[in-house]
Every structure is written in C-alpha cells, then in structure tokens.
C-alpha cells in the first residue's frame, strides 16, 4: 500500500475528484476463485458482463475502494468495475468502464497521469 511519503499526493487528488471511501493503491487482494457473482442484480441493471469480464476488473485493477464499513470492496480497472461483497464473498455487480459515471472517469484519468509519472 502507498504511504503519504509514496503517493505523491495521488490519494488527497483522487478524493478531490468526489470519490468517497477508503482507497487502496494498489488494489486489495482478492482470491477470485471463491466468487459467485449476482447474476440478478446484474441482469436488472443490463450491464452484460460475462463472468470472465467481472474477474478481470478485479484482476487488472489499478485501485479498490472499500465501502460500507470495510463490507464492499470496490475495484476499477481501465476496462471496468466490479464490488465484491466481502461477507458473502460475491460480486455484487460488475459494469463496464462506458459505464463510469462522471466522477469514476476524472479518477481514472488521475490514475493515468499518475502512472505515468
């Protein structure tokens, strides 16, 4: 994990874009292998995401926002989104990155500049 002496102000810049939560550069580590995934929820928001698509967000994350009180871990990737919740060891719901909302987007582009550097 990046300490404020490492992070070159990439945390304080990324909060300032209106994420909320505790971040985690790099991302929280996950065993993917004992995921399910709720195909329901999923599937009422039309997201059409395929298993494989929602365990490479996790995999290729570049950073993890945990929510709820340490319940949800949320991971962004370039290619999408996928929040896991930790107690019932399940991916909520995964999306695509044409999904990000305005805010997720600034924070993506912070992340690329920074990686970059």
């Known amino acids: 994990m990046l300490t404020d002496r490492q992070d070159s102000g990439i945390i304080e810049t990324i909060k300032k874009t209106g994420i909320k939560g505790k971040l985690h550069i790099p991302p929280v580590q996950i065993d993917t292998s004992q ?6 929820h999923i599937d009422e928001r039309n997201h059409d995401v395929t298993l494989k698509e929602a365990m ?10 945990s929510k709820w009180n340490g319940q949800f871990e949320n ?5 999408g ?7 019932t060891n399940e991916i909520r719901t995964a999306f695509k990155a044409d999904e990000y909302d ?4 600034k924070m993506m582009e912070v992340l690329e500049a920074w990686k970059k550097k």
Do not use: G, Q, R
């Open 35 to 40: 995921l399910t995934i709720d195909w329901n």
């Open 102 to 105: 305005d805010y997720v987007k």
């Open 75 to 79: 991971y962004y990737s370039v290619s």
């Open 56 to 65: 490479s967000f996790i995999e290729t994350a570049d950073i993890s926002i």
């Open 81 to 87: 989104a996928a929040f896991i919740n930790l107690k």
